[in-house]
Nanobody
Framework: QVQLVESGGGLVQAGGSLTLSCVAS????????MGWYRQAPGKQRELVAV???????SYADSVKGRFTISRDNAKNTVFLLMNSLKPEDTAVYYC????????????WGQGTQVTVSS
């Protein structure tokens, strides 16, 4: 089993910045993709950004140029630096880890609230 614990959410004014962190523990498969998803009230969960264990990244168009995802493989930690935050970024942000093997098994964190005031 894998456990994911997020931190760093909070309330910030529009234009501000926040950094989210997610620490993975347990039986972590060496090849994996870690990332962040978000879910706003009344909307479906959507991908924000992902990063492979080799450092390849992918971003949603809505956050490109504003958010940066990174990871520390030695500490099994993924980060999301969020700059120029907008009210529409308000959501619960979830950390995700997916094994890169025949199982593609996924794990989720409990979520952390990000609220951007206008």
């Amino acid at each position: 089993q894998v456990q994911l614990v997020e931190s760093g959410g909070g309330l910030v004014q529009a234009g501000g910045s926040l950094t989210l962190s997610c620490v993975a523990s347990g039986s972590i498969f060496r090849l994996n993709v870690m990332g962040w998803y978000r879910q706003a009230p009344g909307k479906q969960r959507e991908l924000v950004a992902v990063i492979s264990s080799g450092g390849i990244t992918s971003y949603a168009d809505s956050v490109k140029g504003r958010f940066t995802i990174s990871r520390d493989n030695a500490k099994n930690t993924v980060f999301l630096l969020m700059n120029s935050l907008k009210p529409e970024d308000t959501a619960v942000y979830y950390c995700n880890l997916r094994r890169v093997d025949y199982t593609s098994q996924e794990y989720w964190g409990q979520g952390t609230q990000v609220t951007v005031s206008s």
